[in-house]
């Protein structure tokens, strides 16, 4: 998987050599910081890994916003298009 993530193809991944996600345990009762080491620990590399036989590729843009922002973005404008 020589090369970034972003120029990686599907079809060059070895879904086998990636962590599941749903084999990732979290224990909430550690702080913060203990559980983002443990999801990295565990998940390995967080911009790509799997779901079942499903390969995730995460990529975020720098642009400010977080990700509840864009969320919220999504929900309201699909509640005004229910309105409408």
């Known amino acids: 998987m020589g090369g970034s993530i972003r120029q990686t193809a599907f079809g060059e991944v070895d879904i086998d050599a990636l962590a599941d996600i749903q084999d990732v345990r979290i224990d909430a009762t550690q702080p913060r910081d203990e559980r983002v080491r ?3 620990r565990q998940i390995r590399n967080p911009h790509l890994y799997r779901y079942g036989e499903v390969i995730v590729r995460a990529s ?23 309105l409408v």
């Open 38 to 40: 443990s999801y990295i």
């Open 60 to 82: 975020y843009a720098d642009c400010g916003a977080t990700l509840a922002d864009r969320l919220r973005e999504y929900f309201l404008s699909s509640m005004n298009r229910k």
